[in-house]
């Protein structure tokens, strides 16, 4: 890369990746479950994609029954540390607080249910739970992220034998490597890898299916298998340079941050990180707090258009990310490295099949962006090559299509949940999708 960024000092890096929201302490947890009302409809509890019970856990904590609200919300979430870190909470369980209507500050859900879940872990992960008796029956489950773990968790609790196999050394999926540590670090997603271990699911790591073990080896191996495998790599942004040295998709950048070897994650003095989702947020705002002097996001529809939410959107401006709206990627320039971005100016024509204004190039409206490095976040790909081993699972539009109420696919044997049938949604949805699936996989196997 041409220009790197200044390294930062171990001080400097460990105060720019702190978690934007601190703990909660003992006596404001309380304080804040007792200004709970306690809604007997819970419009929290509806918006909530697991629909944990809301006021239940919040009324425990409010009475000091800390194993009793971490039950509560584990009764319904298998991953609820990372989720109350992580979750969109302004949109979902907050978002949904009655007293939003009254123009008063909605109860910090997300951050009562993060003390309930350190209480719980803090404590040592004392049993909650009794396992039903063996079923002598025996799933596999492709992928260790909130999907997978979901599922392992519920099977385990039914009896069920749940081997987790995980492509990469160290397990949690999305959940470890996927999001920004100032919002969840990994040894946080480690501990819920290590409370669905102490269920009895065993994971395997460093093996990737259809390399070191066979689709069919698995089939033959377990009773069911269930596919939480997510997304794969960022899509190609298709354009010419696009393999310059100094190009990297937002998820290997994220995942190299994630390492926390900050000092080693190689970032140039000026990005450009192409799209406006959430996890281009994250990209451009990490870019930021390793030191580079400019980010840019580069996107090709309109501010109103961006599929990030607002408060996202709001710390990236508050970082000092910049924004390039209806403008659009042509070329990636430099040979040896990148040196600079051509782009194109946008205007919104007529909405595409999502309901969107589909953007078209303004002819002659050519500008460059001096750059030395690009970041891809425009989506992420299905992983085809290795669903194409499984027999009767249908794909349609980059899903693996499965029943509603079962989420069984095509083939009766195979089960599947989160990014890889919904398209890359939340880490709540994904941990749902796990759930129901165990279910449908128990009324399969056992009747």
């Known amino acids: 890369m041409q220009n790197i960024a200044p390294k930062l000092t171990h001080e400097q890096y460990e105060k720019n990746f702190a978690e934007i929201k601190p703990a909660l302490s003992p006596a404001a947890a309380i304080a804040e479950a007792n200004r709970c009302l306690y809604c007997y409809d819970s419009p929290c509890t509806k918006a909530c994609p697991t629909h944990i019970d809301i006021p239940a856990f919040i009324k425990k904590i409010a009475t000091r029954n ?107 999926g999305l959940d470890t490597w996927g999001i920004a540590p100032y919002k969840v670090r990994k040894e946080d997603s480690l501990k819920e890898v290590g409370l669905i271990e ?100 580069v996107y090709r529809r309109s501010q109103h258009e961006m599929p990030a939410y607002g408060f996202e959107f709001d710390l990236a401006k508050t970082d000092g990310v910049q924004f390039y709206f209806l403008s659009a990627p042509v070329k990636v320039l430099g040979t040896e490295s990148v040196t600079g971005l051509k782009c194109i100016k946008m205007e919104l024509g007529e909405p595409d099949k999502q309901g969107r204004r589909s953007p078209k190039p303004v002819p002659g409206s050519e500008f460059i962006l001096e750059l030395d490095m690009v970041i891809k976040s425009i989506g992420q790909q299905t992983n085809a090559a290795f669903l194409q081993q499984l027999q009767d699972v249908v794909i349609e539009s980059g899903k693996v299509v499965v029943d509603d109420v079962t989420y069984q696919t095509g083939n009766p044997k195979i089960f599947a949940g989160g990014d890889c049938i919904n398209g890359g949604k939340e880490v709540v949805n994904a941990a749902y999708d796990g759930k129901r699936a165990a279910l449908g996989i128990i009324q399969f196997l056992l009747g």
């Open 198 to 297: 102490s269920l009895g699911v065993t994971i395997k790591t460093g093996i990737k299916i259809g390399t070191n073990l066979q689709v069919d080896e698995l089939l033959s191996k377990h009773d069911a298998l269930f596919l939480g495998i997510g997304l794969g790599e960022s899509h190609e942004l298709a354009i010419e340079g696009e393999n310059t040295p100094g190009v990297i998709g937002a998820l290997q950048f994220i995942a190299d941050v994630k390492r926390e070897d900050w000092q080693n994650v190689v970032v140039g003095k000026r990005v450009a990180v192409i799209g406006a989702g959430n996890t281009a947020i994250d990209a451009a705002t990490e870019a930021r707090r390793l030191g580079a002097e400019q980010v840019l996001i």
């Open 66 to 172: 800390m194993k009793g609200s971490a039950k509560t919300i584990l009764e319904s979430n298998w991953v609820a540390l990372t989720c109350a870190k992580a979750c969109p909470v302004a949109v979902l369980c907050e978002g949904a607080c009655v007293f939003n209507a009254k123009s008063e500050p909605p109860i910090e859900i997300g951050l009562l249910q993060r003390y309930a879940m350190d209480e719980y872990f803090s404590s040592g992960m004392p049993a909650l739970f009794t396992k039903a008796p063996a079923a002598g029956k025996s799933v596999g489950i492709i992928g260790s992220g909130p999907a997978g773990l979901a599922c392992a968790a519920e099977l385990a609790l039914h009896g069920v034998e749940a081997i987790i196999y995980e492509a990469k050394d160290i397990p949690g």
